[in-house]
């Protein structure tokens, strides 16, 4: 795939997982379509489906991401196991209360979805 081909994908996924978070602070994930993210991201079904098998493997996707973004947090902030590194780590999640009620929200769609759905999604991510 050459690099233009990479640059769209990457925007492509890029704003259909912006779309899904603002969608996911409003409503529950059972009201939110795939045919509503692909017109508020102004992009085909088809983009949607070449990169997400369902509206439950984006969100485990954006879980994931969150995950690795809080993580890669906590190994630049050293976090030390001291009265400091706690603060700051507290401070952070005072500073991203919406990052983490989102990241929360999916944590408990990822843990409603039937086991062997959630076996394979786990497969594909960690």
């Known amino acids: 795939m050459n690099i233009s081909n990479n640059k769209k994908r990457k925007s492509s996924v890029e704003k259909i997982e912006k779309t899904f978070l ?7 994930i059972e009201e939110i379509s795939v045919s509503a993210i692909c017109e508020i ?20 996707k954006v879980k994931y991401k969150m995950a690795e973004e809080f993580a890669e947090f906590q190994l630049s902030n050293n976090s030390k196991q001291n009265s400091d590194g706690y603060l700051t780590m507290f401070r952070y999640i005072k ?5 983490f009620k989102t990241y929360f929200k999916l944590e408990d769609i990822s843990k409603s979805l039937p ?11 960690y």
């Open 95 to 99: 500073d991203n209360q919406i990052f």
């Open 41 to 60: 991201a102004e992009l085909n079904r088809s983009t949607f489906y070449s990169n997400y098998i369902d509206i439950y493997d984006l969100a485990e």
């Open 22 to 28: 603002q969608l996911i602070q409003k409503k529950n």
């Open 115 to 125: 086991t062997q759905y959630r076996a394979e999604l786990a497969e594909k991510y």
